[in-house]
């Protein structure tokens, strides 16, 4: 079978947008200047190339990706394993499957839209290589099958969103970015840790296919999860109770810091407000995916006693971001950390999801994260086109703004009544799964339904704080003949056409995956039951009162 | 590695196959003396009319009077040198014992060849370097500061040349005194290095500094020695490891080798600059020309850890106590301190040349918690469990991390070089903007901060993780065999040097604020006032810079050669001790 993820999924991308960079900053200003516009349609077109790709990957164009080997757990299609450090047993091993597959898909479409979104963003002949390194480099978490090379592109990608906030971003630029990289690199390499412990954990003595000649074991994730749950089945738990635990918990402090759950979520809201409009579009959009799809890959797969042991506190700690997020958005006067406040309280909903241990629960918390990476995008755009046009971020600095520019005000009543969840789009078929997921968690456990009352009265918080500030932005006339102040007495321009062209797809994916959610999510659920039939159910036997 | 050790007396038939590169190092030496002074010089017969030529003196030939002359010996020497020890390796390597009489000096083996090859190819680097750092004028100009720069040509090549002379000793010496007198060649050298750069007075007071706190340390070294030599009879390293295999008692080791252990340790601490013997180090290399410091974070250090794996591994050796070494405690205590002090201090520091100082301290540190790991665990291979290979495993990691040092540390030192060509380079600020004067220098030096801090895909990140998964692997060693036989274990139950590879996680987390401060610098701000524009500097040094970047990356993407290259000098070390 050929390979169709390394190169043009990951590796092209990288080298492509490496290249142009290196060419780029030989040339003169005016060069530079030229070449923005050449540059910026081969990115484009190539951008759509790769969603062309997974698209059809998806339509079973070649391979079987709805069939067995992409649903079943711990089954991979288009697996493809090249040795890369042998002496350490490291392979460059790609595959993908129901729970990676649509992050990359996710990713495809993001980056056309970011760069279809920030057409004219200064500076185009770094900008537009930089997103696409960033998306080359996102794809690779996804797609990675070994740990190391996952730990790779999981640090790989700290490096071109560093510079996209750094070089195109806010007043607060250094701070923001500084404290973005630190946070996230200071939990990963405590992550690494818990990695190369559990590395050498595996005992040499076993036959592993796939073991380093100089120190016998492997790094290869579906055989280790092979061996894990192997060694977890009858009772037993992989390396041990106590070990188990605090392996996942390493684990887990990694993941949840970029996810980012509530403590450690202090780094997202200053990386938003004065990350450039297209870093805030991918960060929002995948890279805080990739915490919740490293839960998935690694510790629930590894560690499924560990998981049931830790239940409550990250039961405890979704609660906490979903209500912490909510109550802290309405005290905030800034648009864009209102919006990234409000995704730490859709990153809570994605932990109660994975916290219920339901394949509902799963599979919402997997369509979670697929439909805010179509939302959030979208309400970032919206941001930064008012950044872009208004010359500010204050919520109160702009009243009747449906008079002045009528497209975008549309785009953001649009943007935030998805991201409330209203019915019919996609926002709302994943908190109401996550919902129905934790009513059948505390039936289950024996709990009072009261518990329920949590979340749906910060569901109602959440269309508070957004349908005060659509009254305080979007319609509150004052004197509507007068301009904002902001604006220094210049006209009031709408949006650009490459900015509505970029909502109005992002508009129309919402609705789509709202009205006929089925698309996406019959392959998550089916994953979600396969991980429970194949995984969780042997472990743990009929918990939770069963399914 | 089957073949057996060639033992060799002095100028016999395999000497000059055995040290062939340091044979061409000597033939540099004198180049280097010789040929610069070529000239028209004669000698009149007495009585006679007749002008006999001598060739030294007079009037000099204007190609050896051209003051880049030296630059280019001294190169060429080390980069043949380099390539001789290269050779060496082809089609497996033959080891040789230098002997006399019954005494061995010299041992020629994977891992002091390995050890050459940093040194030469750092001290090449810097070689390269400073043709363009150290001022020359046109032979033609008669100034006197024209006469004076260029003559002090030679004499700076020269000591670049005994000082890998001396760091080539050090690492093939199997006699502490053989050891002692590499050890001092180099340090003599690198103290006139370091007061070398005369254009700027912390040049003089680094040196100074340097001189004095270095000489006391190689006092107290050599006390040790001394004590050592009392109590044992003998410096040779083979004989000594005997006499601490037979002293260890129940009741525990005698006092006497104790002292002169921790003394040595004092001498050697110095060299690696592990904290609290470090204090001299950043004054050091802040006052010397950017590319000697970068030879003293790279080269010296590595001299100092062959120095610290001799002494600790060889003679000390941790199989000599039923599971751990007598020094594992101090050792572990001193790494921590090492590595935290470093980055706390690199954090404050403005200057970037301390700022790279502290951070090759904390580097030590890191360096320290390797050999900790490997004194937690038998080092013999029939007790160390599968294969023996946990204190291998650390032992490549340290020696994959001094190679890949002399990569992306000596580079950020040759960047700043091309810096200090247009005045001092004492603050961060003065790294302003060089984003916009210099692209290219400026990707290299966010590389080479990157590798620094250990990020992937750079080398400095393979080398941080080997060095992790060393530790972890010395820490569980075979409690992967007992869980899966039920037993229940936790952290708690691994060797406690896993809290070091957690601290040492941890520290590369902080380490992180300064190198990213660095890069900061370089992208977002202005250029200073009068700093605009490209810098001024010829291609040597930039050549160097680009096959720093190269490696950096290459180690860190494709690192499998060098590891196996590691492990068979790691293993090298093991046998040649074991045949003793």
Redesign the interface.
């Known amino acids: 079978m050929e390979d169709y993820i390394s190169v043009p999924l990951v590796g092209f991308p990288i080298i492509a947008s490496l290249i142009i960079m ?1 060419t780029v ?2 040339l003169s200003e005016e060069m530079r200047e030229k070449m923005a516009n050449p540059i910026r349609w081969a990115i484009l077109l190539f951008s759509l190339g790769l969603l062309g790709l997974t698209t059809a990957m998806f339509y079973n164009f070649f391979g079987d990706l709805n069939g067995f080997e992409g649903i079943a757990f711990n089954n991979y299609e288009f697996h493809k394993r090249y040795i ?5 047993g490291i392979y460059w091993s790609v595959g993908l499957d129901a729970l990676s597959f649509p992050m990359v898909w996710l990713t495809t479409l993001l980056l056309p839209i970011t760069i279809i979104a920030t057409w004219d963003e200064k500076n185009g002949a770094f900008y537009h290589p930089l997103i696409l390194l960033m998306g080359g480099a996102l794809i690779g978490v996804f797609v990675a099958l070994d740990l ?1 090379m996952f ?2 592109f999981w ?2 990608t ?2 071109p969103m ?2 996209l906030i ?2 195109w971003g806010g007043e607060d ?2 701070y923001a ?2 404290k973005f ?2 946070y996230t ?2 939990a990963s ?2 992550m ?2 818990g990695l ?2 559990l ?8 036959p592993l296919l796939y073991s380093g000649t ?3 074991r492997t790094f290869d994730i579906p055989e280790i999860v092979n061996y894990a749950t192997i ?1 977890n089945s009858g009772g037993n738990w992989f ?5 188990q635990k ?1 392996i996942f918990a390493m684990l887990m402090l990694g993941f949840l810091v970029k996810l980012p759950a509530v403590p450690f979520h202090t780094w997202l809201p200053d990386a938003h407000v004065q990350a450039p409009t297209g870093g805030s579009m991918l960060l929002a959009g995948v890279m805080l995916k990739m915490g919740a799809y490293g839960m998935f890959r690694l510790p629930i797969a590894l560690f499924p006693h560990a998981l049931e042991y830790f239940q409550l506190v990250l039961m405890a700690i979704g609660m906490v971001s979903l209500v912490w997020g909510s109550i802290v958005c309405l005290g905030q006067t800034n648009l864009k950390k209102m919006v990234a406040y409000s995704s730490v309280s859709h990153m809570g909903v994605i932990c109660i999801g994975i916290a219920t241990m339901q394949p509902m629960g799963w599979a919402a918390a997997l369509f979670m994260m697929f439909a805010h990476g179509i939302i959030s995008p979208h309400l970032f755009a919206v941001c930064g086109a008012f950044k872009h046009h208004y010359h500010s971020m204050e919520i109160g600095s702009m009243r009747g703004m449906a008079k002045h520019s009528p497209w975008l005000a549309t785009s953001m009543m649009f943007a935030w009544m998805a991201s409330l969840g209203l019915p019919l789009l996609a926002g709302f078929v994943a908190e109401l799964m996550v919902l129905i997921a934790l009513w059948h968690f505390l039936v289950a456990e024996g709990w009072s339904v009261l518990w329920m009352v949590g979340p749906a009265l910060v569901l109602a918080v959440t269309a508070a704080y957004y349908l005060w500030s659509m009254q305080r932005t979007i319609f509150e006339g004052g004197d509507e003949t007068q301009p904002p102040a902001s604006m220094d007495g210049q006209p009031i321009p709408d949006i650009a056409n490459h900015e509505k062209l970029a909502m109005f797809v992002l508009a129309m994916l919402t609705i789509l995956f709202g009205v006929m959610p089925w698309i996406a999510l019959d392959m998550m659920n089916d994953w979600s039951v396969q991980i429970f039939e194949g995984l969780i159910m042997p472990i743990l036997g009929n918990f939770n009162g069963g399914v | 590695m089957s073949d057996p050790i060639i033992n060799v007396e002095l100028f016999d038939a395999n000497f000059t196959t055995a040290l062939c590169p340091e044979l061409i190092l000597v033939a540099g030496f004198f180049a280097l003396m010789i040929i610069p002074n070529l000239g028209k010089a004669t000698f009149r017969i007495p009585g006679t009319q007749i002008r006999v030529p001598y060739f030294l003196g007079g009037e000099r030939y204007p190609i050896f009077a051209n003051p880049r002359l030296p630059g280019w010996i001294a190169t060429i020497t080390l980069i043949v040198a380099f390539v001789s020890v290269l050779m060496s390796f082809d089609g497996g390597l033959q080891r040789y014992m230098i002997v006399s009489g019954s005494k061995e000096l010299l041992l020629i083996n994977g891992f002091s060849r390995l050890f050459e090859l940093i040194f030469f190819g750092a001290i090449a680097l810097a070689a390269i370097a400073s043709m363009n750092r150290l001022q020359s004028f046109d032979s033609s100009d008669k100034s006197t500061n024209a006469l004076y720069n260029n003559r002090r040509q030679a004499d700076f090549y020269i000591l670049l040349l005994t000082t890998a002379m001396g760091m080539a000793i050090v690492a093939l010496a199997q006699d502490l005194f053989v050891l002692f007198l590499g050890l001092e060649l180099a340090s003599f050298s690198s103290y006139v290095l370091v007061a070398f750069h005369k254009e700027s007075k912390e040049g003089t007071e680094g040196g100074m500094k340097y001189f004095i706190v270095g000489s006391v340390a190689s006092g107290i070294g050599l006390y040790g020695l001394s004590m050592l030599y009392l109590w044992a009879g003998t410096l040779q390293l083979g004989e000594l490891a005997v006499a601490f295999d037979a002293a260890m008692a129940p009741q525990g080791y005698p006092a006497l080798p104790l002292i002169a252990l921790g003394f040595i340790l004092v001498g050697f601490g110095f060299k690696v600059s592990a904290a609290p013997f470090h204090f001299a180090a950043p004054d050091a290399y802040a006052g010397a020309s950017s590319p000697v410091a970068g030879i003293l974070a790279t080269a010296s250090k590595a001299m100092g850890i062959v120095g610290l794996t001799r002494m600790l591994l060889i003679v000390a050796s941790p199989e000599s106590n039923d599971d751990s070494a007598i020094w594992l405690v101090a050792l572990g205590i001193l790494s921590v301190v090492t590595m935290t002090w470093g980055n706390i201090a690199a954090l404050g520091s403005d200057n970037p040349k301390r700022m790279l100082a502290y951070s090759s301290v904390a580097h030590a540190g890191y360096m320290l918690a390797g050999l900790t790991a490997i004194g937690a665990w038998n080092w013999d291979p029939e007790l160390a469990g ?2 023996g ?1 946990a204190a291998i ?1 650390v032992m ?1 990691a340290i020696l994959f991390h001094l190679v890949v040092l002399v990569c992306f540390k000596l580079g950020a030192f040759l960047v700043l070089s091309i810096l200090e060509s247009e005045g001092e380079v004492s603050k961060m600020s003065n790294l302003r903007g060089l984003s916009k004067r210099e ?2 220098l400026a ?1 290299s030096m966010f590389i080479f901060m ?1 590798s620094l801090a250990g ?3 750079m080398s400095g ?1 393979m080398s941080k ?2 060095m ?2 060393g530790i ?2 010395v820490a ?1 060693g075979n ?3 007992a ?2 036989n039920g ?5 708690g139950d691994a060797h406690w040097v ?1 809290w070091l ?2 601290i040492m ?2 520290n ?2 902080i380490s ?2 300064y190198y ?2 660095v890069i ?1 610098t370089m ?2 701000h202005e250029p200073e006032g009068d700093r605009q524009g490209p810098l001024p500097s010829g291609w040597q040094v930039r050549t160097a810079i680009f096959a720093c970047v190269i490696a950096s990356v290459f180690f860190g993407i494709n ?2 050669g060098l ?2 290259l590691c ?1 068979m000098a790691a293993n090298s070390l093991n046998y040649s001790w074991a045949s003793q």
């Open positions: 290196a900053s030989n890369w450090v042998e002496s350490l190391f730990y790779v640090e790989l700290l490096i560093f510079f750094l070089k630029r250094k970015a500084q990289f630190i690199f200071t390499v405590v690494l840790l190369v412990t590395y050498f954990l595996q005992n040499p003595l076993e100089m120190t016998g060694h390396l041990g109770a106590s070990m605090i | 599968h294969g290979d495993m490549t692209p290219l990707v990157i990020v992937p895909p990140f993780l080997l992790v998964m972890v692997k569980i409690m992967g065999d869980i899966f037993d229940i274990l936790s952290i896993w590879a957690l996680v941890l590369s987390a992180m604020f990213l401060r900061v992208y977002f690192a499998d590891i196996e492990e």
